[in-house]
């Protein structure tokens, strides 16, 4: 690189580093700082020169640089007063990365150098710190824009026929061997016609990738051998997670995301990004200074108002991004527009949603965020989806987000783990959530397809674990066990973990096939957890947050073959029978000649439920008639054809228990569909009024006999 440079005032927009085709455009947002230079660095990691930005339009500094090209590293340095009883932490010995980088090249490297303080110094973070972190820390990237995205749009699958399917970019294909290795555990491996194979196949029109924005490895675990693997500690909100790149760290990380994003895309796959905009990577007072805290840390981050050395946490990580900042919300807009816009992603879970719509304690649900992305007409029109809790006070949000947005349904997993484990008392609770939980959505016009209904996450215990143990066990951890959620929902049957006794297995394997039918038959739109259809254990880790290794990545070899056969059927039933996925809200309301109901719910005598049942202690067992409202298609001759009527047959008890089928009106005779318990126990049809054996612990699907009338 060259040691003399052309240097221009530039533009003060856009913001971040961009190649012009003749140059590099460097422009920062600092609105306390007294002074910024520009270091760039050459690939051996050495700093060839500084520059000052000397133009400053308001908050923004800014030049233009015709020597620097794509590819190239650099940072900045701040000038300006240390006083962090203030809020005030500039070092200028401290390099900074861009907070609007395209991408980040390099390791973090825990030396003293990295705090903006001396380590040692009695005082600790009200002390300064004269040692030089250039050398210790990643840089940023000047990235080449340009990519011929071949024609590439927006999949806009529409929620009534998304399947989302929660996926760690390493742990999907690390262990995939039918994957070349140099690709295992990469964007490629997720673009690799192997996965994209798997993922079509299986049904899946969605994937949520958990976090790919850039983010740092905890100096504490590292110490322990471990690393964050999950990857909720971001540093830059507008780069691709360089470790996750077979190609390179100079710019082909952006590339190779694109080129993931595209290959998705021809499959009719979506990308969902899980985000996190709540808070940084770098801490509390005692944190690394990295970014944000040395460019502007009045700026970008929530400081205790009376005593502004301290940090504001509602996430549990040390800090909050301030949100009530108009340049911290339009850092968060530029970020996700240009995931939209430059990477073609597709939607967005955003990590701790409520923290986002703080004002000054209180969860606003009519905050400055959701206000501006609902006028937005780039973000508006894309998958929102929040985490609706935070760590604060009230930070338990479900179902108070805005119109336009859908939610994890924390209270869905938790009834259904309740409903099958056999609690007494859960079936209004049950048919709230089946329904797409109407007490919770119905209100403002949003649909059922607010309700992200899920069984399991990233977060806790794998489907298998769920049924497989009755504590956790996070020793890997290196905390004693400690860690991790204390409570848990596993049916304490007296067994865990390997074992070769038939029978259990036998329960093991129905229950889990009872979560997953349970899931993908109930109205919203589900979540699989990956590799929960294949099996995957985590040998009881309920937080396998740090384990990068095979505690975490999916073991391919040891695929449960018939398990993901019969979640690949019940996905393909959903996706066939409009019935299944409902647009509109089940009523009970007559909706045909006939006296149909669109929803009837039936108790084992084949009477309709009544005050008595629906608040029975001891009831476990339920049936639920939907009428097949949806339009399926047109015949040969173009005449309508709707959708098949269905009974669904819950039995959550620990006995087998005898279900009369309701009278003829609802259909004169049914046939099996599906059952999770062992089918060769019933017959493939049914007549009316007949009585069927519904297994102990099990899920039974009927469909009605297409009668004239109906069709």
């Known amino acids: 690189m060259k040691q003399n440079y052309t240097i221009t005032p530039g533009k003060s927009y856009p913001l971040g580093a961009t190649w012009m085709g003749n140059g590099t455009n460097f422009s920062l947002f600092a609105e306390n700082a007294e002074k910024v230079e520009l270091c ?23 030049c233009f640089i015709n020597e620097v090209a794509p590819g190239a590293l650099y940072g900045y340095r701040v000038y300006g007063p240390y006083v962090p009883e203030e809020g005030k932490r500039f070092n200028p010995n401290k390099l900074l990365l861009d907070p609007y980088a395209k991408a980040i090249s390099g390791d973090m490297n825990w030396s003293p150098s990295v705090f903006g303080y001396n380590l040692n110094d009695e005082e600790q973070d009200l002390s300064f710190s004269d040692l030089d972190s250039a050398s210790f820390v990643p840089k940023s990237v000047v990235v080449d824009p340009s990519y011929d995205w071949e024609g590439d749009v927006h999949p806009d699958i529409s929620y009534t026929q998304t399947l989302i399917y929660e996926l760690h970019v390493k742990g999907f294909s690390q262990l995939n061997q039918r994957i070349p290795e140099n690709l295992r555990g990469t964007y490629a491996g997720i673009a690799h016609p192997d996965s994209v194979r798997y993922l079509k196949s299986l049904g899946v029109t969605a994937v949520e990738l958990m976090p790919v924005h850039q983010f740092i490895q905890d100096g504490h675990l590292l110490e322990k051998g471990l690393s964050n693997y999950w990857g909720y500690n971001t540093i830059g909100f507008f780069a691709p997670h360089s470790g996750y790149s077979s190609s390179g760290s100079y710019g082909q990380q952006v590339k190779e995301f694109k080129d993931m994003v595209k290959a998705l895309h021809k499959s009719g796959i979506e990308v969902i990004l899980d985000v996190v905009y709540n808070h940084t990577a770098e801490g509390n007072q005692l944190g690394p200074t990295l970014c944000f805290k040395g460019i502007d840390n009045e700026s970008y981050y929530r400081l205790e108002q009376d005593n502004k050395r301290y940090y504001t946490d509602y996430t549990g990580t040390g800090n909050t991004l301030n949100t009530r900042m108009p340049a911290v919300l339009r850092f968060i807009m530029d970020s996700l527009r240009y995931w939209i816009n430059e990477m073609h992603v597709d939607g967005f879970r955003f990590d701790l949603a409520s923290t986002l719509a703080r004002g ?23 998958k929102l989806i929040a985490e609706p809790w935070d760590v604060g006070e009230d930070g338990y949000q479900v179902g108070k987000f805005p119109a336009g947005w859908a939610e994890w349904n924390g209270k869905y997993r938790d009834i259904m783990r309740r409903f099958w484990k056999g609690d007494p008392g859960m079936l209004g609770e049950f048919a709230q959530r089946f329904m797409g939980s109407p007490d919770l959505y119905m209100q403002d016009y949003r649909r059922p397809t607010a309700s992200i209904n899920f069984i399991t996450a ?40 390997d074992t070769d006794d038939g029978a259990i297995n036998y329960l093991r394997n129905k229950h889990k096939r009872n979560f997953l039918a349970t899931l993908l038959l109930s109205q919203g739109v589900p979540m699989i957890c990956a590799g929960d259809e294949l099996g995957k254990t985590q040998k009881g880790n309920n937080n396998a947050y740090c384990q990068d290794n095979e505690i975490s990545w999916i073991n391919w070899a040891a695929m449960d073959d018939e398990l993901s056969k019969f979640a690949t059927k019940v996905i393909h039933l959903r996706m066939k029978h409009p019935s299944l996925r409902r647009k509109a809200w089940i009523t009970g309301d007559q909706i045909d000649s006939d006296g149909l109901l669109d929803i009837a719910w039936f108790s084992g005598d084949g009477e309709f439920m009544n005050e008595q049942t629906w608040n029975s202690e001891e009831l476990r067992c339920l049936g639920i008639f939907l009428h097949g409202e949806g339009i399926q298609g047109t015949d040969e001759e173009g005449a309508e054809i709707l959708d098949d009527h269905f009974l669904l047959i819950f039995n959550a008890d620990s006995f087998a228990s005898g279900f009369k089928l309701p009278e003829g009106k609802f259909s004169k005779s049914w046939t099996l569909v599906l059952a999770t318990g062992d089918d060769r126990n019933l017959k493939n049809r049914y007549e009316q009024e007949e009585l069927v054996n519904i297994e102990e612990r099990s899920l039974v699907i009927l469909k009605a006999e297409k009668l004239y009338n109906y069709y």
């Open 40 to 62: 760039l660095f050459n690939n051996e990691n050495n700093e060839v020169t500084r520059l000052e930005l000397a133009d400053r339009d308001h908050q923004v500094f800014h």
């Open 360 to 382: 000054l304690h209180e969860v606003d649900r009519l905050g400055a965020f959701f206000d501006i992305i609902h006028q937005d007409p780039v973000i508006s029109q894309i």
């Open 458 to 497: 990233h977060d806790g215990f794998t489907l298998n674990d769920l049924v497989s143990y009755n504590k956790k066990h996070n020793e890997a951890n290196q905390d004693d066990n400690t860690d991790g959620e204390q409570h848990n929902d596993s049916w304490n049957c007296g067994w865990e973990g």
